[in-house]
């Protein structure tokens, strides 16, 4: 239940909503903006405080809080967030010139990975860190993070089969999670060059093969999540392909794909060793994918993945690329918006990585994770939205929309040749939905530019004589 989320986050102690005063709404409030540094929705807040507290009474606090200078606001509407207001030096600024907010606890482990390795106490696997782990009973994740992030990937196809949303934003999720996951893993592509890559099947010219197989087999790993979202989950099947899509022709043994390793392996700058003996690696896998199969909410188990499948090291390489792929199973399946990985500090992920390699320690992975789901989550925005009240319509009638759209640019049309065309094709449709068919068409044209006319199969030579015809008839 909703008041569950702040007596497990906040220790608030359990009252009616009567009984607590302003001073400790005004407590509480801090108390789960600290726990999101990212800030948040009213909605977020006000599902901690379940019955305790209307919006209406928590819109009022906030404003207080933000008149003592205690809370700050971004957004507008029903975008808005509100964010705890810091000290100006709280965050750190990576060599990408990102400023991603951090926790105390982030911090201190951030310290401690500052000293030189030879100071490092050298640790090797710690099996305890993945056995006392008990699914839906310990989380990684709080109840408020959890909604956060719930509320944050809402699309409109959450009631729709697994992967339709996927499918529906996949050219540039695509484009999106190859590049961010390859840039993690040192590739020096640009977006462009991914871009062009993927599209046009043209690898950079100053650019090292290895570096194009690794983008290209992102997008074969990206397609297989995608396409078998009803089939896949965290299980052997699923993990080992996945790998094996990752590291084509990427080993130097090539039967080492999607294989488990069998020999003992180092990780570069840190002290951690993990396991070494087969048959632990082996029986260790399969409790991680148990584990992780049993936990119910999707982002648990997404972090889940992303912290015990590096930390187990369980191939020979191409691990971390495992582990980002996998994380974005739980959220295909239920249509959750993707997580990927935009403007994440290489820095910063390593970071959060040995963090828990050395210390198993997930806070600074954790606020890593979530920054970067919000990131992503705001990538997809504009689709989003687009997918709201008119959507069902508009997927009902994509296939007629794309059809007449691509056919009064092949033709060059004006705004009034364009009219009366929707007009007459309009009239072949139910009587309710002709009104309702034209102006989204309509309005699709006028949206149209030249980044996004692709989407209708249109080659550029044709949606340069359209977009000069339209100009030069426009009334």
Not at 23 to 42: D, F, H, R, W, Y
Not at 200 to 208: F, I, L, M, V, W
């Amino acid at each position: 239940m909703a008041h569950n989320i702040v007596n497990l986050s906040l220790n608030i102690p359990t009252m009616s909503k009567h009984q607590i005063s302003v001073e400790q709404e005004l407590v509480a409030i801090k108390n789960i903006l600290q726990q999101l540094p990212g800030g948040t929705s009213i909605e977020t807040i006000q599902s901690a405080f379940g019955a305790r507290a209307s919006v209406r009474t928590l819109q009022r606090r906030l404003a207080e809080l933000q008149k003592q200078g205690v809370v700050t606001v971004s957004g507008q509407k029903r975008s808005t967030l509100y964010h705890l207001a810091q000290p100006a030096d709280t965050s750190p600024v990576e060599k990408t010139g990102v400023v991603l907010p951090l926790s105390a606890e982030s911090k201190a482990i951030r310290k401690k990975l500052g000293q030189p390795v030879g100071n490092r106490i050298p640790v090797g696997y710690n099996i305890n860190f993945l056995t006392s782990y008990r699914p839906n009973t310990d989380s990684y994740l709080t109840a408020v993070e959890k909604a956060k992030l719930q509320d944050l990937g809402k699309t409109a196809r959450l009631d729709q089969p697994a992967g339709t949303y996927a499918r529906e934003i996949l050219q540039r999720l695509l484009i999106d999670l190859s590049w961010n996951s390859s840039r993690l893993e040192g590739n020096t592509y640009s977006l462009l060059d991914t871009q062009r890559l993927l599209s046009q099947g043209k690898a950079a010219d100053n650019k090292t093969a290895a570096e194009a197989q690794m983008i290209l087999n992102h997008k074969d790993a990206i397609e297989f999540i995608v396409d078998a979202a009803n089939e896949i989950g965290f299980n052997r099947y699923t993990i080992t392909n996945l790998h094996a899509f990752l590291s084509n022709n990427l080993l130097p043994d090539p039967a080492a794909s999607g294989r488990l390793r069998t020999f003992g392996v180092g990780i570069t700058h840190s002290v951690y060793t993990p396991l070494g003996i087969p048959q632990q690696i082996e029986e260790m896998f399969d409790l991680m994918l148990q584990k992780a199969d049993q936990i119910e909410n999707p982002f648990e188990q997404a972090f889940f993945i992303m912290v015990q499948l590096p930390y187990l090291q369980p191939f020979d390489d191409v691990n971390k690329r495992v582990s980002r792929l996998a994380a974005n199973i739980p959220l295909n399946k239920l249509n959750l918006a993707p997580l990927a990985f935009v403007d994440v500090p290489d820095d910063l992920y390593i970071q959060g990585l040995l963090g828990v390699y050395e210390l198993n320690r997930v806070e600074l992975l954790k606020d890593v994770f979530i920054w970067a789901y919000e990131r992503s989550a705001l990538r997809y925005s504009t689709i989003r939205q687009s997918l709201g009240e008119p959507d069902a319509f508009r997927l009902q009638y994509r296939e007629e929309m794309r059809a007449l759209i691509a056919v009064i640019i092949m033709h060059a049309m004006s705004p009034g040749q364009a009219n009366e065309t929707i007009k007459t094709y309009a009239e072949r449709l139910a009587q309710e939905d002709r009104a309702k068919f034209s102006e989204v068409v309509q309005t699709e044209l006028l949206s149209l530019h030249d980044g996004n006319f692709a989407r209708y199969r249109i080659r550029p030579s044709q949606f340069d004589a359209w977009k000069k015809a339209w100009a030069m008839n426009k009334q």
